[in-house]
């Protein structure tokens, strides 16, 4: 059994080395930590990903191809596309290839703990562009976010 405290130096930037990109991706929203839940090769394991965002921050509108859910812990989030503030405790559930946000977190900021039914699916997002293009982008590598125009202001989870 495995034990991570928050406090830590050990609880945050749990990246496995195959998913190494998504620290550089993430630095926006950090501290951010992800687990495996499950065999890393196996890109249908599930992955847990815990993540704070700034004050204001704004995630774009996106997709993945799993079932996703997440919970608020800390601070609170707005959903664009329901026109709704999300608290700590609430939840939200994504089908697969659902489209969601843009997500704007609070004014204390917000972290958020994402479950995603596959490795695979938490790493791949199809991202909607400001001009409505949808573009298919690999987290774990940031040129990708780079070569849509998506890194450094806004990124997609």
Same mark, same amino acid.
């Given at each position: 059994?495995?034990?991570?405290?928050?406090?830590? !130096?050990?609880?945050?930037?749990?990246? #496995?080395?195959? *998913?190494?990109?998504?620290?550089?991706?993430?630095?926006?929203?950090?501290?951010?930590?992800?687990?495996?839940?499950?065999?890393?090769?196996?890109?249908?394991? #599930?992955?847990?990903?815990? *993540?704070?965002? #700034?004050?204001? *921050?704004?995630?774009?509108?996106?997709?993945? %191809?799993?079932?996703? *859910?997440?919970?608020?812990?800390?601070?609170?989030?707005?959903?664009? !596309?329901?026109?709704? =503030?999300?608290?700590?405790?609430?939840?939200?559930?994504?089908?697969?290839?659902?489209?969601?946000? #843009?997500?704007?977190?609070?004014?204390?900021?917000?972290?958020?703990? !994402?479950?995603?039914?596959?490795?695979?699916?938490?790493? =791949?997002? %199809?991202?909607?562009?400001?001009?409505? !293009?949808?573009?298919?982008?690999?987290?774990?590598?940031?040129?990708?976010?780079?070569?849509?125009?998506?890194?450094? %202001?806004?990124?997609?989870?």
């Amino acid at each position: 059994m495995a034990y991570y405290i928050k406090d830590s !130096e050990d609880y945050w930037d749990r990246y #496995p080395d195959r *998913f190494a990109g998504m620290r550089v991706v993430n630095a926006q929203v950090s501290p951010s930590t992800m687990h495996v839940l499950g065999d890393l090769d196996v890109d249908t394991t #599930p992955v847990a990903l815990i *993540f704070t965002m #700034p004050a204001d *921050f704004e995630l774009v509108r996106h997709s993945h %191809d799993c079932e996703r *859910f997440e919970i608020i812990l800390e601070g609170s989030l707005y959903s664009k !596309e329901a026109d709704l =503030w999300l608290h700590v405790g609430d939840i939200m559930r994504v089908q697969p290839g659902e489209m969601y946000g #843009p997500h704007i977190a609070g004014a204390e900021g917000c972290r958020t703990l !994402e479950v995603f039914s596959t490795v695979t699916g938490a790493t =791949w997002a %199809d991202v909607e562009l400001p001009n409505g !293009e949808i573009v298919r982008v690999n987290m774990a590598k940031p040129s990708d976010l780079t070569d849509a125009g998506l890194y450094t %202001d806004t990124i997609a989870h």
